[in-house]
């Protein structure tokens, strides 16, 4: 399989997906402005959370123009992201910037398919409410780069909040021995698309199935409201995607996130 195929569903899956996420986030950022290769996404509010100000690249350009506009739209951070759709652009990006400080994020974009996989126990899932899921997802910023400040965080958090409301997500989690939250995912829609999203297990709670029972439990609420398209988004360089291949999901398509700090 090469990364230009799109198996697992039918031509159109990959354009909704990517029209979902994008929504997403018209629906909580401050300011949203098209220009002719995409859209520059800002906000002030959250001027610490990378993907609330970035530079989406949704038509092919070349890799010196996707990095001129990101200087362009961005000059009054102190960082660059740019939020490539456009698999060439992706591809070219990603060569070019290999080694030369910038962190780079391939994402593999899956969809669910018509035949259910087996079905799985999934009764150790329960209905989370936000409080429960927010202090869980401000665990996981923690274990992220160590260079994250505590205001950081806080705006990471609150983008998880306005992300979730907008969406009206549902959130489901696993409740470990102390009784609080070990394990968490989201499910959210729009009526005819589902996005699985925020699959997270605590460290210690790891290897016990249970993002394997949170998957398969919000893809079983997604089937029964009868959503034409369901999806994931996984790290294409990480071990999670083997895992949602064994509930059902199939790549559609990839996307990338590109990352120059300070």
Known sequence: MTEGSQPGREAGALPRALRFSRETIELIADDVRPIDAGFVVRSPSLPNVWVMNHVRITEPVSSDEALALADEHLADLC????????????QSLEQSLRGTGWKIERDVLMALGDKPRRTLDTSVVIDADEDRTLELMRQWFLEGPPKLTPADVSQLVEYSRREARARGDRNFGVVGDGGGLVAMTKLRSDGATAQVEDVYTVPEARRRGYARALVSHAVAQARSE???LIFITADDNDWPKHLYAQIGFAPIGWAWAFHRGP
């Open 79 to 90: 960082y660059r992201e740019l939020f490539v759709e456009d698999e060439q652009t992706g």
């Open 226 to 228: 009868a959503h034409d």
